[in-house]
């Protein structure tokens, strides 16, 4: 049997509308751990617990508190979930934290909740038929538009087995979590526990984590290893995305770990203090957004003042979708894609939110105009490693119209043509000597391979030249110059490739760090055949020499080629013939 699906569920919702008392009817778990908020039955942190579901699956939830005055609590909570159980008490209706909680999970990108009508022992059936119209009308045109609403008494249990069909079909028909192999874990709570450390809970998204994995905390990037790993009360030895943890770490005390830090493998990551973003201004703002005021992003699990930078107009009005450059205070492990909401410290306001588009922003604020393409990404910047790609996005880099995969490269198509087309000037200019390769950069070396792929240069021996060109060896000078040299050449004019690639062909030799022309064996092998006849028990080096008319230097390894090549043999000081000796 497979195992089951698990989707993590927040609640949201007013004050006192009956989140807890739900969550409490749904898990037999009371949400709210602390005496302080048993004593005034109000939340005031969020809450966690988790229940199975009829046909096996599972859910955990967040529960969150409705009071405007812990808000923020709220958008920790919310950060990772994969939906939302929507609290609207049927006593009250519609009230001020059901519109700022609809709108930021709106901002936050969630997709999927039901909709509960809650105390409906308290109300009559017509009042209820009025709320519900009431509240279809707030939803309309909100991702929960055409959700279940579901009737229920936490007190009488009236409606709580059909809410947990509804929950059990919601769990079916929400996407897991996304898994990229990349665990990202924003802690929620961090605490000390008896004999084990420091743990650490959040909701794990991107990967998976296992036990001795080493990660990191914070912004300083602590390392830890995970000493163990707990999920829904369960020991286990690994974890995957999209489940409530807790995270045993070793190397870390639980002082040191907060709420909002976040918890990654490091070399996954390349963690920014400044962002492009999208912002969606909530119309209901009665002002503009301008870059003056005192933002305050929720980011995961985290809230972080920010300066906030509009690219391009100058104010954002109610309403309106714009970009927005992020100065966060410190180093955060973003991805495109991620959502956030913005807040208002002053005026204690949620503004609005939207998704990160860039994470290591390459262009001035005046020109950078954020989409979240990778084209985009790569045709700001020309050339970009796809590590570094693969680390600000959740995608899997490729080619395609505008972008080109070079390598550990991608580029944009443009870029790419004007480099090819300044590399095959270049190598017509240098004409048939063509350009040496070890001269060349890693990124010249890739786009010359286009080249070569393309048939339009061709690489010898380390030098590319135009295709079609003469060959670049055939009329080379230094032959000529060891030519005329003889036995007794001048040191050879070009360079090593060069001599080199004129050496694989056979037409000069190399003896000892001498380069002698072929001719000059041949003479020197014509040479020793008629001494041979004149002393056939042998010739000495100083014979040979004189006979070429030429100084030891060059004698010595002229012998050892003729050596080299069977056409004598060596016997003490003097040379015989070998099986090559050419006939006189
Ligand atoms: N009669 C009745 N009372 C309910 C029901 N659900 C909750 N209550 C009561 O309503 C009050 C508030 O319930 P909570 O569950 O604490 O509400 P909450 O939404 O969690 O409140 P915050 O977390 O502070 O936002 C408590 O006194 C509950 O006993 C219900 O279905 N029927
Ligand atoms: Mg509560």
Redesign the pocket.
Known sequence: MSSPRVRVVATA??????????VLALTGTDP?RFAEEKRR???IDLGFAHADLPGGDQVSFI?V???VRFLRNMLAGVGGVDACLF?VAATEGWKPQSEEHLRILELLGIRAGLVVL?????VDDEWLELQTLDVLDRLAGTFLADAPIIG????TGAGLDELRSELASLVERTDAALDIGRPRLWVDRSFAAKGSGTVVTGTLTGGGVAVDDHLTVGPTARRVRVRSIQSHGHAVDAVGPGRRVALNLSGVDHHEVERGHPVVMAAQWRPSRRVDASLDVLASLDHAVSRRGAYVAYLGSGEFPVRVRILGPDRLDPGDRGLVRLHLPEPLPLVIGDRFVLRESGRDETIGGGAILDVAPALPASRARPDGTIDTLVRERGWVLIDDLAAWTTTVVQSSDTTAVLGSWAVSVERLAERRAHLLATAEAAGATGLDLAALDELDRLVLGTLEADGAVEVHSGRACVAGSIDPYADHPVIDQLRRGGTAPEEPSADRATLRELARRGVLVDRDGIWFHIDAIDVAARTMATLLVEHPDGVTMAQLRDALGITRKFAVPLATELDARGITRRRGDLRIGGPRLPTV
Do not use: E, I, M
């Open positions: 919702g007013h004050v006192d509308h009956g989140k807890s008392s739900l709210d039955g109000l939340t529960d508190p409705g009071h609290v809650t105390k409906v022992d308290l229920v008494s936490a007190h």
